[in-house]
């Protein structure tokens, strides 16, 4: 099994930016999928963006146009650059992996998670 480790969070002041990193513990060339969830306090966790092998990006609105998700194979990582950060924004942020599954695809990895606070 992969293995993930997040890490770039921390403490930004709102309008701020961060870009957070999840480094793979294997080749991610044919990792089908990599993406980003986040989970604030007393929420459920919720997806944030991801992309395929084949370049194909999606992102949850609120982060839309905010927000730009990246790989770099030969790193075997993958980036989530958040700008204009919002105290919305705040949340423990867990990357993952995810295998082909039908006409989607099945979570197969999670990272530890990184916290970001967003705070003046």
């Known amino acids: 099994q992969v293995q993930l480790v997040e890490s770039g969070g921390g403490l930004v002041q709102p309008g701020g930016s961060l870009r957070l990193s999840c480094a793979a513990s294997?080749?991610?060339?044919?990792?089908?999928?990599l993406g980003w969830y986040r989970q604030a306090p007393g929420k459920q966790r919720d997806f944030v963006a991801h992309?395929?092998?084949?370049?194909?990006?999606n992102y949850a609105d609120s982060v839309k146009g905010r927000s730009t998700i990246f790989r770099d194979n030969a790193k075997n990582t993958v980036y989530l650059q958040i700008d204009n950060l919002k105290p919305e924004d705040t949340a423990v942020y867990y990357c993952?992996?995810?295998?082909?599954?039908?006409?989607?695809?099945?979570?197969?990895?999670w990272g530890q998670g990184t916290q970001v606070t967003v705070s003046s």
């Open positions: 294997e080749s991610i060339d044919n990792i089908y999928v």
């Open positions: 993952y992996a995810g295998s082909e599954y039908g006409v989607g695809y099945r979570i197969i990895a």
């Open positions: 992309i395929t092998n084949s370049d194909t990006t």
